[in-house]
């Protein structure tokens, strides 16, 4: 009984200082897209490891979603890292962020495995007629949710031009909407699941989860700065910062942006973030190890609000 008493008492000791060691930790709340998942969990683990009074605790989910938890429920964030820049900017500033920080790009894929019907048979030159065929089943992401899904439609739009194939993006736009899902990375499962054979998909991402890809042309995956222009001449609605109110979305170089929110608990352990996240031999390393280019620094045309201690990762200049 005596043993069973001291028993008793030491897992009470061990778990009251547990608890004690889990309040005394500071937390740090990041926001993120789903195609930042890998990247960020090997990220946040190695400022973990480096800051052992740190927890860090994250939310994914798209990232216009991730956008309106901070502007419509008014949730605290620290970090909101987002698969466009330009969400911070037409959903967060100036309200609730001053400022945002370009970080990384990426491109559109078509991406798929080794059980995909006719995955022998797709290239450059046939993907479109793949994807429509009706035995193909094929998967995206919601455009009023998440940027992968309205970059998706894009695609599919400056492909008809490409192609020279008039209505070809309204086919693929009306095709398996039965399969449109909140953030990228829920179709993950549906395509190894066999229940996709093909879905739009960013590079890097595919190549992270160690899925095969098919590569599009530079005048449609919205990779390149230099095709800007290209990218601009198509557009789609999305949602705007107000229910009901509705905003056009050019086509545009793939860039990801991040910024610390006003509501931010911890600007200060916010910013020994950033410095942990952009440093070249830690976060920046380990992005572009996981198929993610780097662009620190880049330009900014909120420079001038960014904090003093974060400007080395940014410049003023085009």
Known sequence: MKNKFFYLILIAVVAFLNSTNAQDKQQLIIFHAGSLTIPFEKIINGFENENPGIE??????????????????????????????????????????????????????????????RADEINQNNWYEILLDENINIGRSDPDMDPCGYRAVLTMKL???????????????????????????????????????????????????????????????????????????VSVEISGKKPGEKIVQYGDAMVYGFTIPKNSPNPDLAEKFVHYF???????????KLGQPTIIPSYSDTYKNIPNALKIYATDKK
């Open 56 to 117: 860090v605790i994250r939310e994914i989910a798209g990232s216009r979603e991730c956008a309106r938890k901070i502007s419509e429920l008014n949730k605290q964030c620290d970090i909101m890292a987002s698969a466009d820049y330009k969400v911070i900017d037409n959903l967060l500033i100036p309200n609730h962020a001053n400022w945002n920080i370009k970080f990384a790009t990426n491109e559109m894929a078509i991406v798929f495995t080794e059980h995909s019907r």
């Open 159 to 233: 492909s008809e031009t490409f192609y020279k194939n008039k209505g070809l993006a309204a086919k693929l736009s009306a095709k398996d909407n039965e399969y449109i899902r909140p953030k990228e990375t829920d179709l993950i499962a549906l395509l190894e699941a066999g229940e996709l054979d093909y879905i739009f998909l960013y590079r890097s991402v595919a190549e992270q989860h160690g899925l095969k890809f098919l590569m599009l042309p530079d005048e449609i995956n919205l990779e390149r700065a230099e095709l800007q222009d290209e990218y601009k001449k």
């Open 278 to 288: 952009l440093s070249k031999d830690k976060g920046l390393k380990i992005l572009e």
